[in-house]
């Protein structure tokens, strides 16, 4: 199936800075989303994006399929991102959705 | 708007009982997904089902097994538990249309298993 890679891992950012994360996968997908999954373990829809660029608040993200990546911008970060960021992507014939390994953000005062 | 459903929210077990985890897709949703995540793990697909049939299966233990119901509701049947099936179960639904459409998930099922 599609292999799906995150980075960084871990991520410390300072109260207002900006972030870029990344997930590459391998294989051409016909569905690629983000999630962010708070402390409570719940995982909340951020982008479907399979392609293109969406913007939501501070929020944005880029998927170029061709290159097979996507990009996650979050911009004057808040505490209350922090969490752990997941990409996760379909394709490859399979109807599975498959999980990046995940970049844990900690947001600081 | 409708959520996916899942229940319980929690559930304690002891070593080789069996659990059973119920899924409520989103109305008008056809497909049904169950994952698995275990502490400080990426979510693992387990399971799916398409219009009732099964459609693709991970990395699924022989011990669980799943089905798919007329009214779209799911269900995980898991036997002779485990420690090391501690862990949030997800239920995700996709809706008709297609490829191109965007998997939401519920809010879990964390399963202790004592």
């Known amino acids: 199936g599609i292999q799906v890679e995150q980075s960084p891992p871990d991520l410390i950012l300072q109260e207002g800075a900006n972030s870029t994360l990344r997930c590459n996968f391998s294989?051409?997908?016909?569905?690629l989303q983000w999630f962010h999954q708070n402390p409570w373990g719940q995982l909340i829809n951020l982008f479907y994006?399979?392609?293109g660029t969406k913007q939501n608040g501070r929020l944005s993200a880029t998927t170029v399929a061709t290159e097979r990546y996507s990009l996650l911008y979050i911009s004057s970060s808040q505490t209350t991102d922090s969490g752990v960021y997941f990409c996760?992507?379909?394709?490859?014939?399979?109807?599975?959705?498959?999980f990046g390994t995940g970049t844990k953000l900690q947001v600081i005062p | 708007a409708a959520g996916v459903i899942q229940s319980p929210r929690h559930l304690i077990k002891e070593k080789r009982e069996t659990a059973t985890l119920k899924c409520y897709p989103i109305?008008?949703?056809?497909?049904v997904y169950w994952y698995q995540q275990g502490p400080g793990q990426d979510p693992q697909f387990l399971i799916s089902?398409?219009?009732?049939?099964?459609?693709d299966k991970g990395s699924i233990p022989d011990r669980f097994s799943a089905q798919q119901f007329s009214d779209y509701h799911s269900e995980l049947n898991m036997s002779s538990l485990e420690l090391g099936d501690s862990a949030l179960y997800f239920c995700?639904?996709?809706?008709?249309?297609?490829?191109?459409?965007?998997?939401?998930f519920g809010q879990g099922t964390r399963l202790t298993v004592v």
């Open positions: 995700a639904s996709r809706p008709r249309g297609g490829t191109h459409t965007e998997a939401f």
């Open positions: 294989d051409s997908v016909n569905n």
């Open positions: 994006i399979p392609s």
């Open positions: 996760a992507a379909r394709g490859g014939g399979y109807q599975k959705v498959t």
């Open positions: 109305p008008r949703h056809d497909t």
């Open positions: 089902f398409y219009e009732k049939m099964q459609s």
